[in-house]
C-alpha cells in the first residue's frame, strides 16, 4: 500500500518550515492503529521545500552555479522535514525509515527516468516502512529538477504493484469546482478514469483555474495508476480517522477513482 501525504497536511503553508506537529502527530498514530504492512508513505514538501525552490527556480532546470545552494538548501529542507515524520512514526513503535529519493532516482525533464528499485523493495522486504518525500533530483536533461511526491506515489504504486494507493489532502477530495472559494461546490465521490480524463481535458484547454480544487497536478499522476487497476482514493487527512479508515479499506468520505 502507498500513502501520500500532502505538504499541505504536514506544515503549516503560511509560515515557512514551519510543521504542523499536531497533524503529524495525529497521522502517526493513525497508520500505527492501522497496522497495514507491507507500507510505504510519501510525503510533500508544504512550507519546507517550495519557498526556496521557487526563490532558486530550481523546478524549471539550472541557468548559473548560484541556484547549486538552493539546490542543495531545497533537498536539506525536505531531510529537515522528513525526520520530523520518520520521527513521529518511530515514536508510535513503526519501524519508519527514511529514504531520499534523489539517492535512487534521476529524471528526464522532471519526470522518473532512472528508478534503482533495490534499496526500496528490501528495505520493505524485511520489514521496514520507508518514508519518501518531495525532492531535489538530478536530471539528465536539465540538470536538476523537482520531483514531486505525487509523482513518486503513483510511480512507485505502479512499480510495486500495490493494492491500494491513498493521496490525503486538505480537501475531502475531487470537486466539480474549487471548494475553497466556491461554497456550493460538489464533492464528487465515485469518478471513472474516462471521466477523470474528459474532466481534466476540459480544464487544461481552459484559461480558467484549476477548478477541481487545485489537484489538476495531483490527479494527472493519478491516471497511470487507475489504468493498471490500483484502488485509487483521495481523502482528506486534515480530518480525523480518514487516514485510518482508508488505510484498513473502510468506507470514507473522498473521491474514489476507478478503472
Request: cysteine-free.
Amino acid at each position: 500500500m502507498i500513502l501520500k501525504l500532502g505538504g499541505s497536511v504536514v506544515t503549516k503553508k503560511d509560515r515557512d518550515s514551519t510543521p504542523n506537529l499536531q497533524a503529524i502527530k495525529r497521522l502517526a498514530e493513525e497508520i500505527s492503529q492501522a497496522g497495514v504492512s507491507p507500507l510505504a508513505v510519501v510525503h510533500g514538501g508544504g512550507s519546507f521545500g517550495h519557498p526556496i525552490a521557487k526563490a532558486y527556480g530550481i523546478a524549471e532546470g539550472f541557468r548559473d552555479t548560484s541556484q547549486l545552494i538552493g539546490f542543495s538548501k531545497t533537498h536539506e529542507a525536505m531531510v529537515s522535514l522528513n525526520k520530523i515524520i520518520v520521527g513521529s512514526l518511530l515514536d508510535q513503535g513503526l519501524p519508519a525509515f527514511g529514504m531520499a529519493p534523489s539517492s535512487f532516482i534521476v529524471t528526464k525533464k522532471g519526470r522518473i527516468h532512472l528508478y534503482e528499485k533495490k534499496p526500496i523493495e528490501q528495505a520493505i522486504r524485511i520489514g521496514l516502512v520507508p518514508i519518501l518525500y518531495g525532492d531535489a533530483v538530478l536530471d539528465v536533461d536539465q540538470v536538476f529538477a523537482i520531483l514531486s511526491g505525487d509523482q513518486i506515489a503513483a510511480y512507485l504504486a505502479v512499480r510495486m504493484d500495490a493494492e491500494r494507493l491513498i493521496i490525503g489532502v486538505d480537501v475531502d477530495g475531487l470537486y466539480d469546482s474549487d471548494p475553497k472559494i466556491n461554497a456550493s461546490a460538489r464533492l464528487i465521490r465515485r469518478i471513472t478514469l474516462e471521466e477523470l480524463q474528459s474532466l481534466m481535458y476540459k480544464i487544461s484547454g481552459t484559461q480558467v483555474p484549476d477548478v477541481t480544487g487545485g489537484m489538476f497536478g495531483k490527479v494527472s499522476e493519478l491516471i497511470t495508476p487507475v489504468a493498471n487497476g490500483i484502488q485509487t482514493v483521495i481523502v482528506n487527512a486534515s480530518k480525523r480517522g480518514n487516514i485510518y479508515k482508508a488505510l484498513k479499506g473502510e468506507e470514507v468520505i473522498g473521491t474514489k477513482i476507478e478503472r
